[in-house]
């Protein structure tokens, strides 16, 4: 703990004359430069109030009319609304993690006290006053903000690592990932936690939420409450979802850059802001999470299954010639899905679930009436325990479902005739601690693809979902093998070339009856209807690989595109002499141009600088009514800037001049929307001086 200066209350005179103690002001000490805001590593905030963080002491200096004596008695009281007040008596010796004031220093009529609130403090907004035998002060400038606190070892979010504290409180930049398993894309985000308006913000989120004051203590409570309130399904929330990709009424969810924009838009008009999709929801959480001192980060699932039914298992149906049934095909699995982990203590649950909790804050199923998902220990996913609470069910089938290919007979019931294990939840993701690299986490959630461990948690599940696991018939020999190549990252504008690669692993020859569609996929997994479609027949010698190649141009697929550029290519097969069938998916995305954004000027605090944002059109046809989205926490309040159409080929620049507000290495973050052209992002790290 830290050493308290100044006098003991035995050095004062045991009472001095004057009459009763009058209370002349009080000075809460909350510059954002003061001791207290520093300690409490509060001092980033771009807020005027007091910020503290609980069950760890603060100062305020209190000024009498009259000297102040041995005997004199005064009470801090605390209160949040309308609720009961909290009154902290004046103590000898703190009782640790409690709430209580003692005497710090005592000259003539000023008295500095120590404060100490309780660890299980609910967090928000109080109103301190302070009562004395002449009475009480109360002024409706003395406000404090109670914040979760992962640095105090009796807060049930307490984080014993510095570097991850730095990290998963304190940083308000991070990285999200996007795209497939085999072509992982990152853009920049600003959580922008400490910016001016978003605790208020926050707070109303809470308010908003109904969450009674005594439950505002409690992380478990307070993280589920957040999962909800980030989407607008049945509560009014802060982000509108749409996946349908009409978005002339608000924000294509792309082109945010970050959750400052979202969550003052929220505060000032009360009405959810449109639209988010599932990264959204996840990085405004991201900020609600951080700003309320719960450690908390964006994590990415890639080939993430939307289990509509429950049963651990996704579908897809065939037809008799093995070519998709569109219509009934309605499991999905996402190309990625985001969601967010927070840290804490699972006093509700058994022993060891302590530590990582997942929550998802994209409206999909309803959990007890509410589209919520979580807290759900990370450990109780990985192991298949879907019945430890909350919602582990629904996350195990995210991250473990298997995927079933189903052929109609020819008396129109449905045979299963091939089952891809481990075809769900790959590369799951986060920044890492200290540097903008990827992490990949998938061990916290799954144990070794393939090992007895990881199958049986699949067992676990099944069990304690009742439903069974799936089991193909063997009757068939499985001696063709169907494998699709496809090179990372097709651009913007170019042709696409896949490989199919069949390979006889029998003594015979193998003659192969092949379908190939192409369809255009939302991120969310739903496909568009094919747009493309070729058979081919291909004849293998004994032990013989063959290549058949696909070729999609540029005019193909240029008209089809939705929001994140991504596609589907399903291939399925019989083997005449076998009667083997074939099926494989395979997801592919086209990458679009990174912005260049170049700082000139030497940044330093107050002082305006210059940045220009550089684009080049990479296709032969004009873009649309463009526009920039640029900000950046510490240095640039969230901007639009229009600019109009972009000629094929061409190349705009925008000149932007801001003035960094805080010290320390800042980041410019700028994306670009346009009706051709979306998910176009750049980044610029700043570092600004103190002037």
Known sequence: DRDRPGSTIDDLPVSTPGGPLKIQKVDLLQ??????????????????????????????????????????????????????????????????????CQLAEASGQNVIFWVNTS????????????????????????????????????????????????????????????????????????????????????MFVLDRSGIAPGSRGDPITVSRVISAMVNSMDDNGVVAGSWSGEYADGVNPVSWVGSVDILLRYHQTGCSVKYGQCWVFAAVTTTVLRCLGIPGRT????????????????????????????????????????????????????????????????????????????????????????????????????????????????????????????????????????????????????????????????????????????????????????????????????????RILLKNCSSSRRSVSLSMAVAVMFYNGVCKESFKNETCDATLNPGETKAVGLLLSYSEYRTQLVDQSAMMLTVSGIVKESGQKLAKQHTFRIRTPDLVIKVHGNPVVGQQIVAEIIFQNPLQTTLHNACFHVEGPGLQRPKIVQVGDIGPLKTVSITERFTPRRAGLRQLVASLESNEMSQVHGVAEVMVRDN
């Not at 990932?177 to 072509?183: A, C, D, F, I, R």
């Not at 699949?458 to 494998?483: F, H, I, M, Q």
């Open 31 to 100: 510059s954002r430069t003061s001791e207290n805001r520093r300690s409490h590593h509060t001092d980033e905030y771009e807020c005027d109030d007091l910020i503290i963080r609980r069950g760890q002491p603060f100062q305020i200096c209190v000024t009498f009319q009259k000297e102040f004596g041995r005997n004199d008695q005064i009470c801090i009281l605390l209160q949040q609304g309308n609720a009961q007040a909290i009154t902290l008596p004046l103590v000898k010796e703190f009782d640790e993690g409690n709430w209580g």
């Open 299 to 498: 994590v990415t699932n890639f080939a993430s299954a939307h289990d509509t039914d429950g049963n651990l298992i996704f579908d897809v149906y065939f037809d008799e010639n093995m070519k998709p049934i569109e219509e009934k095909n309605s499991d999905s699995v996402w190309n990625y899905h985001c969601w967010n982990d927070c840290w804490m203590r699972r006093p509700d649950l058994p022993g060891g679930y302590d530590g990582w909790q997942a929550i998802d804050a994209t409206p999909q199923e309803t959990s007890n009436g509410i589209y919520c998902c979580g807290p759900c220990p990370l450990l109780a996913i990985k192991n298949g325990l879907v019945n430890i609470k909350y919602d582990c069910g629904f996350i195990f089938a995210e991250v473990n479902s298997d995927k079933v290919f189903y052929q109609r007979q020819p008396n129109g019931k449905f045979k299963k005739v091939h089952v891809e294990e481990r075809a769900v939840g790959h590369h799951i993701s986060t920044k890492a601690v200290g540097s903008n690299g990827r992490e990949d986490i998938t061990y916290l959630y799954k144990h070794p693809e393939g090992s007895p461990a990881e199958r049986e948690a699949v067992r676990t599940a099944a069990k304690y979902g009742n439903k069974p696991l799936a089991e193909v018939d063997t009757d068939e020999s499985s001696d063709v093998s169907l494998t699709i190549e496809s090179q990372d990252g097709f651009n913007m504008g170019s042709d696409i070339n896949v």
């Open 119 to 202: 660890a299980q403090a609910s967090v928000g907004k109080y109103q301190l006053s302070v009562k004395s035998s002449g009475g009480i002060c109360s002024d409706s400038k003395l406000k404090v903000y109670i914040l979760f606190n992962p640095w105090c070892n009796m807060d049930s979010v307490f984080l014993d690592n510095e570097a991850w504290r730095q990290e998963y409180v304190l940083n308000e930049i991070g990285r999200i990932y996007y795209g497939t398993e085999h072509q992982i894309g990152e853009r920049s985000w600003n959580y922008g936690q400490f910016d001016k308006g978003v605790l208020d913000a926050v």
